[in-house]
């Protein structure tokens, strides 16, 4: 057995399930009616916009709020009325919160000596989540001698060493640069292969959710509008909500209307739509998504549509052209490199069929 093996083997993991949660704060109902169950050891991402609730939601399974109706359990257990410190969850925070005039060893350290843990085993926790995390050189330093990522590490540490059978991340990467981000995502999703526990991770940045997540969970204004894998959300979305969330560039929509033979009509445009196994009457109003990058110019006597270049994007082997249809609905396209594209050049764009989406005035997607 791997040393990495040795040490997952020692660490606790266990499923978590919400049942019906509802939280008001007087009177005003924040989260509505919460169903989700996580399996162990799984990396669940909660995800959304600010003043989703995603936030709140991670407060109610710490303990760090209290449920106005539903029911948590961790594993078998039901932890709805119990103490944070008796939930069996570990929690970092967006602010890593150290002591400065602690050592890493002792900030890592900490929560068990105030528990009265014995001392060899509070240091051989402190070791082993420092050799978990590339700290053990950096165990007898101060905060203020390490960056913004070791000092994430050491709050990553002193969680680790309280062995949860729940971790729970709140926004861990947003007081880092955009370089450190990167790096920390990787080592966070490093751990979770290596320590096997169930995570919950919440972020308003939808692509450290698509990295890091086995399951996303999209809310909007408390509720949550669908659960999946990465996967299924940026190629099967539930609805326009989720569809223009996820994924970057954004999604483009365009109002369109059912026409005879599942045809659509986009201003004076008639192309194929996908085909439905219920399809509303012709003449029904729709909503038509496209990603950028399925959006693409072609050359010849192929159908296609109109797009005035407006702005480029340039991104390294491609770039996002800014523009709009010929009937002036707003749109993106994602163009590779080695096309030469003009500044106010019209293009002729099209797509595949099987990459369209098509969404009732519900908004609900249509399939």
Known sequence: MSHAEAIQSTHHTAGLRLNRL????????VLHDINLDVEAGEFVVFVGPSGCGKSTLLRLIAGLEETTAGDIFIGDDDVTERDPSDRGIAMVFQTYALYPHM???????????AARHPKQEIADKVNEAAQILHLTDLLQRRPSQLSGGQRQRVAIGRAIVRDPDVFLFDEPLSNLDAELRVEMRLEIARLHRQLGNTMIYVTHDQTEAMTLASRIVVLR????????????????????FVAGFIGSPAMNFFDAELVENGRLRLGEHTIAGPRLDNPPSAGTGVTLGIRPVHLQPVQGDVAGLQFRVEFIEYLGDNSCLHGALDNGARCRIEAPRGIAIRLGETLLVSAEVADMRLFDQQEQRLR
């Open 103 to 113: 050592s890493v060893a002792d900030n890592m350290g900490f929560g068990l000596r």
């Open 221 to 240: 204004a408390g509720c949550i509008e669908q659960v999946g894998t990465p996967a299924d959300l940026y190629s099967d979305p539930d609805n326009v």
């Open 22 to 29: 509802h939280k008001s704060f007087k009177g005003d109902e």
